[in-house]
């Protein structure tokens, strides 16, 4: 399955250059790995470790409240015996709305459209949008047609190492 990946990349890239020499379109690539720029930036860190401990703190929350409910459900496994068919069908009916209430709050915390997605997009993208304004002013300042990130593998085959441009970015950040 992986040669076949491989194959199909090799047959991707001799295609695009074939396309383009044929043309007789001479293009500049460079590749820059967006994650050590990222990592390089200060705000960039402060916001992951903001981002993980408000995630661990909600996690938290959550591990102690499905705790109260596994109590109540034990609870009512050993009083169950004891009590009338319309008393078990309420602490049947509470221990479930309980634990839809944290399922909700689960989903509000951290599902796509969730708070910490939001918070994500509040600190992290303005570093983003600034590392990816920084790139493409440098791009066209040097003239690259192409600046591939290479810390995405989708679509790239080989990086030499000449046209990493990573440092140079972190260089145009500070």
């Known amino acids: 399955m992986n040669f076949t990946k491989t194959l199909k990349r090799i047959f991707l890239a001799s295609t695009l250059f074939l396309v383009f020499a044929s043309q007789g379109i001479a293009q500049r690539i460079a590749t820059v790995d967006v994650t050590v720029v990222l990592e390089s930036i200060a705000e960039y860190k402060s916001a992951q470790t903001e981002l993980d401990k408000v995630a661990a703190q909600w996690r938290r929350q959550i591990s ?14 050993a009083e169950q015996v004891l009590m009338s068919e319309d008393m078990r069908a309420q602490k049947e009916e509470e221990i479930m709305a309980r634990e839809k209430e944290v399922r909700d709050m689960q989903k509000d915390k951290f599902g796509p459209e969730g708070a910490l997605f939001q918070k994500r997009r509040d600190l992290v993208q303005p570093i983003q949008d600034r590392v990816y304004g920084v790139i493409e002013d440098f791009a066209n300042d040097k003239g690259y047609d192409f600046i591939l990130d290479k810390s995405s593998t989708a679509g790239l085959i080989f990086a030499n190492q000449r046209y990493d441009k990573t440092e140079e970015i972190i260089t145009a950040l500070k």
Do not use: A, C, M, T
Not at 64 to 77: A, S, T, V
């Open 64 to 77: 102690e409240k499905y705790d109260k409910i596994k109590g109540l459900y034990n609870k009512y496994q």
